[in-house]
Nanobody, 122 residues
């Protein structure tokens, strides 16, 4: 599966962004889909994950601010991010793993990921 993210950018504290990820090459219903983020020099951090049954999981730091969703027919994954904080600044990657979404770490260690989209909050 190939993944291409878009929607990142610079936003003020408290603002919102909607990230999108277009998948190609395979049906996303086979995968645990999600987002992880990474700051240079630090480990990947799982942000959100969703499975074929639309069961979702989030990193503890999300605290109700983000919502992951998917359109299986269009092979698009979304991440709506609200109430953004400076500590949310990172490169955000769309990820896919051929495994059940048992834990948010599934996407943090995913085998497939896109090129990333930068989110800057200031």
């Amino acid at each position: 599966v190939q993944l291409v993210e878009s929607g990142g950018g610079s936003v003020q504290v408290g603002g919102s962004l909607r990230l999108s990820c277009v998948a190609s090459g395979d049906t996303i219903s086979r995968y645990c889909m999600g987002w992880f983020r990474q700051i240079p020099g630090k480990e990947r951090e799982g942000v959100a994950a969703i499975d074929d049954y639309n069961y979702t999981s989030y990193g503890d730091f999300v605290k109700g601010r983000f919502t992951i969703s998917q359109d299986n027919a269009k092979k698009i994954l979304y991440l709506q991010m609200n109430s953004l904080k400076p500590e949310d600044t990172a490169m955000y990657f769309c990820a896919a793993e051929l495994a059940p979404c048992r834990h948010i770490d599934t996407v943090a260690s995913a085998f497939y990921w896109g090129q990333g989209t930068q989110v800057t909050v200031s």
